[in-house]
């Protein structure tokens, strides 16, 4: 399994924080050391934004295609620079959104590539929050247009701090040069995107179809919960298929069978939710993999594959319940 870049949000009861990762040291291959992530830096006041020096993209100078960029000519800015090498025309990027993006990372002054998710053709799904990416990413991507490249040049002070970072080979006194493909971003409104499916089973809940952010209505039926696991499309997305080792980036709600209390959503919390599928519950695991993102997937959960007689203490959960989520797919990560 990959090694993730992203600090992972648990949900209430839903996961356990649990690290995973390879062994590649490939600057291909994803690294916690040597990816966009905050470990190891300190918080810096909000830098001045400034439009250069910045060295050349010579080569894959097209959206989403490999960049190949110049060694640094000179020193560069004491400031974050940050150019829009290519206008989008999607939504804006607002600080603590989740942006897709494909990138590739280097020295200024060496041109060493210490880090690209061109290579292994799985595009970076991260929160430009405080404690979760370098400071450089979150203030130079916000206000950014998904489809839009970016160029930007991040002195020691917004990026990993003067101690550097030692396994990626980046030192203390290193300005570090990303190029960034937004492809997508996500927050707190984002929903499913596609085709409406029927629900025509009177014997399972019926979920709301809205598109707007806000939390979809869960109808559980007057009749006894299914014994077996039921993970039905209620939008049926267009993206990836959902492998079982995958991490995703959802929205979900949760409510009891048997009273139609809610007991757990994202969007009470205002806060979208990622999670490694081999970290959530058996139900969720089993009902999430083989669909689409960009789906919303009815899951009822029996109590052998949720938390059976050992519910999370204050959870509402009673012992042998059965669960009922709607889960909105974002993105795989």
């Keep these: 399994m990959r090694r993730r870049s992203v600090l992972i949000a648990v949900p209430a009861g839903l996961v356990t924080l649990a690290a995973c990762g390879d062994d590649g040291s490939d600057s291909s291959k994803a690294s916690d050391s040597a990816s966009p992530s905050a470990s190891g830096t300190s918080a810096a006041p909000p830098p001045k934004i400034v439009d250069g020096p910045l060295p050349a993209i010579t080569a894959g100078t097209k959206f989403d295609e490999k960049p190949t960029i110049a060694k640094g000519s000179g020193d560069p800015s004491e400031q974050l620079a940050v150019k829009t090498v290519i206008a989008g025309g999607g939504t804006t990027v607002a600080e603590n959104d989740y942006v897709q993006a494909n990138y590739l990372g280097q020295v200024w002054d060496t041109a060493k590539v210490f880090d690209n998710s061109y290579d292994r053709k799985t595009p970076l799904v991260i929160q430009l929050a405080a404690g979760a990416i370098i ?77 707007d952010g806000k939390a979809p209505s869960i109808e559980v039926p007057k009749a006894d919960p299914p014994t077996k696991l039921v993970a ?4 049926e997305g ?19 069978w048997a009273t139609g209390k809610e007991f757990d959503s994202s969007y009470s919390r205002s806060q979208l939710t990622s999670f490694s599928l081999q970290q959530v519950v058996k139900g969720w695991a089993e009902g999430l993999t083989g669909k689409k993102v960009g789906s919303r997937v009815l899951i009822v959960v029996p109590p052998a594959l949720g938390y059976g007689d050992s519910p999370p203490a204050g959870s509402g959960i009673e012992k042998d319940s059965v669960l009922v989520f709607s889960v909105d797919i974002l993105s795989k990560m």
């Design 232 to 235: 039905d499309y209620v939008i």
């Design 238 to 256: 267009d993206g990836e298929v959902v492998a079982a080792e995958d991490s995703v980036l959802v929205q979900y709600k949760g409510v009891l």
């Design 135 to 211: 400071d450089g990413w979150r203030y130079g991507l916000a206000g950014k247009k998904v489809g839009s490249r970016v160029e930007m040049a991040v002195p020691p002070t917004w990026g990993y701090g003067s101690q550097g970072n030692e396994q990626a080979g980046i030192k203390g006194t290193d300005t570090l040069v990303f190029v960034v493909d937004i492809q997508a971003a996500f927050n707190a409104k984002s929903s499913a995107k596609g085709k409406n499916v029927a629900q025509d089973n009177t014997d399972l809940p019926k979920v709301g179809t809205n598109t």
